[in-house]
């Protein structure tokens, strides 16, 4: 904390750390560039206000907050108006409009001011939580939390609530904190508060649900997000807090130009050494600042993953490499589809490895393509054993039913190495040149696999160099 104090919190001007303090300038100044913030529905300076505003006019759902608050301190979030015109907290406490305006005061007489000095209550419209979200926290709304330093985003946590902070994304509160890999937005680590110090789990303690292993969403559009909102207020190094609305995508709730050190801890990485790995970089626009983290700080989430549960994680187009009972190889990309139940090759790509006659056998069988599932189970029962026994490389038939029908496909023994595990399969064999990709691999042969959707073949193929 020391060495973030002297080397780091001293490059914000006054002037930035004035703004970042101060939440109502902060979200009018992020509006004026088009950076997504809560909606503002009313600003209470003075007693007067309190005493003279409409609290029955309030929507059903929103957040009272103090302008200059610390640590999450007096945020009062609402979840829901009752019939008895009470409305209800996310932790299921009636309150009155008498409620609302004594806690408004409570904040003009800062309270939960960073100095102690009077403030402003202000009054946002509660965010819609994002579905993924909302399979985290049973109460409150995750949100997270970046550190930029230098238009480069070096380290990012997911802040979760709980029970225990009372619906609060608030680590010193009793959230949790979940480490994000910066290149990918998958979560790595989870920690939370146990005494005085932080332990890691697994689980949510109140949903059960794993932390690890998630890739949050619009990962690529918070950390634009992050890095925009710290260049807009003119910090250089900061936290910069982002939820997710599920209308609205990222939102930014607030610029911390003191960001605690919690998040290494979640990350189980120093943020000193990626600190010194930015400081004295000249980073003249955020595109570059994101690329600039994508290639220094990428973790080794899948390799994590994979010790974890024994699976590796592949994405739904990976390269393979194929090799038949000859000898005879080839390189290419295939198709994962965990909703076919076989893996199958196609026919061009099986005759260069050597099963040429075995097709031109089963071809010689004429069975008709517009085939019943019944009328192909009665081929397969005619020339089935005859087939195996004259060519011992044909493994048996397989009655397929897919979006192109009723087929009847013979099987063959490949080897496919697969983000580079081996293993032996039968494909079916099947006319595939009108598809992208010469061949598919079905779920019989994925269980040593997980498969994460989002990875894209180029990224797959880059890794793979």
Known sequence: MNGRSRFYLRENSATARDIADNKL???????????????????????????????????????????????????????????????LTTRQREVSAEDFASHAHDILDGDFSLFNMPDVALIERRLSIDPLFKRFSVEGIPDIRVIV??????????RVPTKKSQGKANLAQGGLGIGIDIATGMTTHAITKSWMYEKEIDLHPDTGMHLRGVRVPYWADILRTAVLSARVVGLQFCGVDISIDKKLG???????????????????????????????????TPDRGIAIAKELFVSSIDQEIASMTG?????????????STTEASKHFKAKIDTGADRSSIDQAFARDLGYGTAIDAFAALNIPEDVTEEEAHTYAQQHEQ????????????????????????????????????????????????????????????????????????????????
């Open 25 to 87: 300038r902060t979200k009018e100044l992020l509006v004026q560039h088009g950076i997504g913030a809560a909606e503002l529905i009313a600003v209470l300076r003075t007693p007067q206000d309190i005493e003279q505003f409409a609290w029955d006019a309030l929507p059903n759902s929103f957040v009272m907050k103090p302008n200059r608050g610390f640590g999450g301190e007096g945020i009062l979030v609402i979840f829901n108006r009752l019939k008895n015109g009470r409305w």
């Open 149 to 158: 330093y230098h238009n480069v985003p070096v380290m990012a946590m997911l």
């Open 250 to 284: 990222p939102v930014v709730l607030e610029l911390n130009a003191r960001p605690g050190l919690a998040i290494q801890v979640a990350n189980m990485s120093p943020l000193g050494e990626r600190l010194e790995r930015i400081r004295g970089l000249n980073v003249e």
């Open 311 to 323: 699976r590796q994680v592949i994405g739904l187009i990976e390269p393979v490499t194929v090799v």
């Open 386 to 465: 005859r087939l195996m026994a004259e060519y011992p490389e044909i493994k048996g038939m397989t009655v397929v039913s897919s979006s192109h029908g009723v087929s009847l496909r013979i099987r063959i023994p490949l080897t496919v190495t697969l983000a580079g595990y081996k293993m032996d399969i039968e494909a079916t064999v099947f006319d595939r040149s009108h598809l992208m990709y010469p061949m598919l691999i079905g779920k019989r042969n994925l269980s040593h696999f997980l498969i994460d959707t989002t990875k894209s073949p180029d990224t797959v193929t880059k890794k793979k160099k």
